[in-house]
């Protein structure tokens, strides 16, 4: 049930990443692909109001009527806490996709177990204790390439972009044999400007930024799953990320994420949308929630903590800065049973981030 939509740039886009910036106190800001799940949730519940007709000091104030159903926020009570929901409103990705010969197909980052040097790709594999460490990691193997490492062209990991059907072949334990560069994904562009004087109608004197925005390549864009259908039609046109820059959305009838290689057994987890853990990249309770109770993590390559914030529109202030586990690192479990539940917690006074976007994950295995 809900809906596949795909939604290709018709502007560049501005994704903002956590760093405060204000023209003339800070001259540089910076645009993130893809946008994080929460960026997201914005967009699709802001182009929902819009159609809807719904003003946004109505929505704050509670005077929007049966719309918090479907979008929220409607605030409830769970295991002692207070949880922010979304309504019926489910969100899975957002994912960075492309439109090939009129399918639309994922486009994923290379997994951080993807190590390489000019002779060609590698995937790390688990292997035997051999060291002391603290305890918190007393538990955990090492990662290793299966052959000498050449000091002089050493392994290391490989930024670049899996197709679909790469990224299915990995998740059987295959090794890549070429990755897309990001400039064939997508592009940064730096512009400059001068902050704007609304009250005059004319550019501020000594207020000069440079905003670096994103723009997609021909034909990729991003597809998120909503569980309600909120697009009408086949398609149209939206407001999306800084500057109500504009995307043009599609609605896919015939997408298939990838599927579970195995579902018991030895499990590789590799994060798709960023994964929040009140202990940073673990959780507080233990991993059984996820894997089953007899699972043990074995290993883990988890890349630099992603910092998220953002602004709340309703409320006009900034949201919590949060610390994520970020897309493409990879958890090692053995003796697991995957139960299929979005791979993150969350936290009281939000929305819930499974139901945002986050924690959404692709399952493989490994030797």
Not at 81 to 96: A, F
Not at 132 to 139: G, H, L
Not at 246 to 271: A, D, E
Request: glycine letters at 10%.
């Amino acid at each position: 049930m809900g809906q596949w939509v795909f939604i290709e740039a018709e502007d560049v886009w501005m994704f903002r990443d956590s760093k405060p910036f204000t023209a003339q106190q800070a001259f540089n800001a910076t645009s993130q692909f893809p946008p994080n799940p929460q960026t997201m949730q914005g967009v699709i519940r802001s182009h929902y109001l819009e159609r809807k007709n719904i003003n946004l000091a109505y929505y704050r104030d509670g005077k929007a009527g049966g719309i918090y159903n479907e979008i929220g926020p409607k605030p409830t009570q769970e295991n002692g806490m207070t949880v922010i929901s979304l309504g019926s409103l489910k969100i899975k990705g957002p994912y960075v996709a492309r439109r090939v010969n009129g399918t639309v197909e994922l486009l994923v980052p290379a997994p951080l177990d993807v190590v390489g040097n000019k002779k060609g790709y590698k995937l790390l594999q688990v292997g035997q204790k051999n060291f002391i460490t603290d305890e918190i990691f007393d538990s955990l193997s090492p990662l290793y390439i299966d052959e000498d490492n050449d000091p002089t062209d050493p392994y290391k990991h490989r930024e670049g972009w899996m197709t679909q059907a790469q990224f299915e072949a990995y998740l059987q334990g295959a090794e890549p044999r070429c990755l897309k560069s990001t400039g064939d994904i997508w592009q940064p562009d730096p512009r400059i400007g001068l902050a704007l004087d609304y009250g005059k109608r004319a550019n501020k004197e000594s207020h000069l930024y440079r905003a670096t925005f994103a723009r997609p390549q021909d034909n990729v864009g991003l597809l998120v799953h909503v569980s309600n259908n909120l697009f009408e039609g086949n398609g149209g046109l939206l407001r999306i990320g800084g500057e109500s820059r504009m995307g043009r959305y599609s609605v896919i009838n015939n997408f298939t994420m990838p599927q579970p290689i195995t579902k018991t057994g030895k499990l590789k987890v590799v994060v798709m949308t960023p994964a929040y853990f009140k202990k940073g990249w673990y959780p507080e309770r233990g991993w059984s929630h996820w894997v089953g109770k007899d699972a043990r993590l074995v290993s883990a390559v988890i890349g630099k903590p992603l910092a998220i914030s953002g602004w709340d529109v309703a409320h006009n202030r900034p949201k919590p800065l949060r610390h994520y586990v970020p897309v493409g690192s990879v958890y090692y479990f053995e003796h697991a049973e995957w139960l299929g539940k979005p791979f993150t917690e969350y936290v009281s006074d939000e929305p819930r981030y499974d139901h945002v976007g986050f924690g959404c994950v692709a399952i493989g295995t490994y030797k």
